[in-house]
């Protein structure tokens, strides 16, 4: 079994079974132009539809992630907005009068 681990905090990990597919035996198989008979077609079937519930929960979770991230840099571009905000107030041309700055941009 592979996991992935998804949350250093909680530890929310995202589990698949991949020696459950058998993929060096099936390449094989492929390449040799191997013909299963009944039972064997069964097994594959089960196989193929276990293996695309996976696909289907690999892009859930992808798409959840996806979203999560795209939050994420919502909010970090705002915090950027901020600091540049925050940055220019503080900025030392402010600490000149108003009337001063008036002055020195009139010429």
């Known amino acids: 079994p592979v996991s992935t681990r ?12 991949l020696q459950a597919l058998k993929y060096d035996e099936t390449m094989r198989r492929v390449r040799s132009g191997y013909s299963p008979d009944e039972l064997e077609r069964a097994v594959y079937s089960k196989m ?3 293996a695309q519930t996976d696909i289907d929960r ?5 798409d959840r992630l996806q979203n999560l991230t795209k939050e994420i840099e ?3 571009e705002l915090l950027e907005a901020c600091v540049v905000g925050i940055r220019s107030i503080m900025s030392p041309i402010r600490i000149l009068p108003v009337e001063l700055l008036g002055e020195i941009f009139k010429y």
């Open 48 to 50: 193929l539809d276990s």
């Open 74 to 76: 919502t909010r970090r």
């Open 6 to 17: 998804l949350c250093a905090k909680c530890g929310h990990s995202f589990h698949l079974d």
């Open 58 to 62: 690999c892009q859930s979770e992808l």
